[in-house]
């Protein structure tokens, strides 16, 4: 699978890959080494938190591994200005409620909704690809659709 990252995005993963290689790998190496000074690990639970801990951490680590290795990044300085693509800001009016929003378009590993940031392929981020200021968009919500007006691209 291609992971789509800008290139703040990737610079941001590489530095948390970078931290938890050298920083939590050690300190949950450290937690292990202590609970095994607690002697018999058949009965020890801070040595079977610290094991899951750094099980966790590995496999986050693979994780963001993966995604560098099989990441693209989105040069959004090179993007036509008119037509919305990944890397865009998109200001839309919700013609059902009255509202304006705005949302920033970018792949699913940068997505997070509540700062605004939708993944290209949520239902509002495909739908909105490709298309121009002043175009309107339907998106299927369940039954029904909701429909927006594209007021601006960025």
Same mark, same amino acid.
């Given at each position: 699978?291609?992971?789509?990252?800008?290139?703040?995005?990737?610079?941001?993963?590489?530095?948390?890959?970078?931290?938890?290689?050298? $920083?939590?790998?050690?300190?949950? =190496?450290?937690?292990?080494?202590?609970?095994?000074? !607690?002697?018999?690990? =058949?009965?020890? %639970?801070?040595?079977?938190?610290?094991?899951?801990?750094?099980?966790? *951490?590995?496999?986050?680590?693979?994780?963001?591994?993966?995604?560098?290795?099989?990441?693209?990044?989105? #040069?959004?300085?090179?993007?036509?200005?008119? @037509? $919305? @693509?990944?890397? %865009?800001? $998109? &200001?839309?009016? #919700?013609?059902? !409620?009255?509202?304006?929003?705005?949302?920033?378009?970018?792949?699913?590993?940068?997505?997070?909704?509540?700062?605004?940031?939708?993944?290209?392929?949520?239902?509002?981020?495909?739908?909105?690809?490709?298309?121009?200021?002043?175009?309107?968009? &339907?998106?299927? @919500?369940?039954?029904? !659709? *909701? $429909?927006?007006?594209?007021?601006?691209?960025?």
């Amino acid at each position: 699978m291609t992971h789509i990252l800008t290139p703040e995005g990737k610079k941001q993963l590489e530095e948390k890959l970078d931290y938890y290689r050298k $920083v939590k790998r050690v300190e949950v =190496s450290k937690k292990i080494g202590t609970a095994r000074e !607690f002697g018999d690990l =058949s009965e020890n %639970s801070e040595y079977d938190a610290a094991k899951e801990e750094q099980a966790q *951490i590995e496999a986050e680590i693979r994780e963001m591994e993966d995604i560098l290795l099989n990441c693209q990044i989105v #040069d959004d300085k090179k993007k036509n200005g008119d @037509t $919305v @693509t990944i890397g %865009s800001t $998109v &200001k839309l009016y #919700d013609e059902e !409620f009255d509202e304006e929003l705005q949302y920033r378009i970018l792949g699913s590993t940068e997505s997070n909704p509540s700062q605004g940031i939708i993944s290209n392929i949520s239902p509002v981020g495909s739908a909105l690809l490709g298309h121009k200021k002043g175009d309107e968009i &339907k998106v299927k @919500t369940g039954n029904d !659709f *909701i $429909v927006y007006k594209i007021l601006e691209v960025k």
